[in-house]
């Protein structure tokens, strides 16, 4: 079973940078999907930003431009460059990986996920 683990998380201003690191305990990243989810309490969990296991990416809408998704397969590290923050992408943000036919980008949904770290922004 896979293990992640979250960093990167903390507080900023609007308009400001973040990048988010996810280390996986072992090479996933060469078959699995892997992608970044966020929660905010009381909302649903959705798909900020996906990659496919042979390299293909979506971004949610609602982050496209301003977020990158990558990876480093050497390091078995995801990363998620956040920038042009806003105070409403402030939730807990959670590193996704799994079999690409399970893993629903727009429902949120794999079969492994971080703890999640915390990234707030304020106005």
């Known amino acids: 079973q896979a293990q992640l683990e979250e960093s990167g998380g903390g507080s900023v201003q609007a308009g400001g940078s973040l990048t988010l690191s996810c280390a996986a305990s072992?090479?996933?990243?060469?078959?699995?999907?892997m992608g970044w989810f966020r929660q905010v309490p009381g909302k649903e969990r959705e798909g900020v930003a996906y990659i496919h296991a042979v390299g293909s990416i979506i971004y949610a809408d609602s982050v496209k431009d301003r977020f990158t998704i990558s990876r480093n397969t050497a390091k078995n590290t995801l990363y998620l460059q956040m920038s042009s923050l806003k105070p409403e992408d402030t939730a807990t943000y959670y590193c996704a990986a799994g079999q690409c036919s399970r893993f629903n980008f727009r429902r949120a949904e794999s079969d492994y996920r971080g703890q999640g770290t915390q990234v707030t922004v304020s106005s």
């Open positions: 072992e090479n996933i990243y060469a078959r699995y999907c």
